[in-house]
Nanobody, 122 residues
């Protein structure tokens, strides 16, 4: 009952920044927790950050802690991922997700966006 659409991906040089957006629509019941994941070529889907719809302190993966920031607008209908200090290893398809658990594991999320590509060049 929740739809998510990512945007804001693109190509950036190493050390640069990007801000991704995820538009949340439909009935958001059951999507209390919102998260960002990524999946590079030949790699497993990796949880990056998760936050509750009501706010509070987010949880980050060690791989992005200190570089990426998850946030929401006041209406809780747009999820953001501010990325700085980007590295070539950050190149991946980035997905937003919604679910009923605070988790960085993808099988805990019921709703997914289509993804937006981020490419970081050396």
């Amino acid at each position: 009952q929740v739809q998510l659409v990512e945007s804001g991906g693109g190509s950036v040089q190493a050390g640069g920044s990007l801000k991704l957006s995820c538009a949340v629509s439909g009935d958001t019941y059951g999507g209390y927790f919102r998260a960002w994941f990524r999946q590079g070529p030949g790699k497993e889907r990796e949880g990056l950050a998760v936050v509750a719809r009501g706010g509070g302190g987010p949880t980050y993966a060690d791989s992005v802690k200190g570089r990426f920031t998850i946030s929401q607008d006041n209406a809780k209908r747009t999820l953001y991922l501010q990325m700085s200090g980007l590295r070539p290893e950050d190149t991946a398809m980035y997905y937003c997700a919604a679910g009923r658990r605070s988790s960085l594991y993808p099988n805990n999320f019921d709703y997914w966006g289509q993804g937006t590509q981020v490419t970081v060049s050396s």
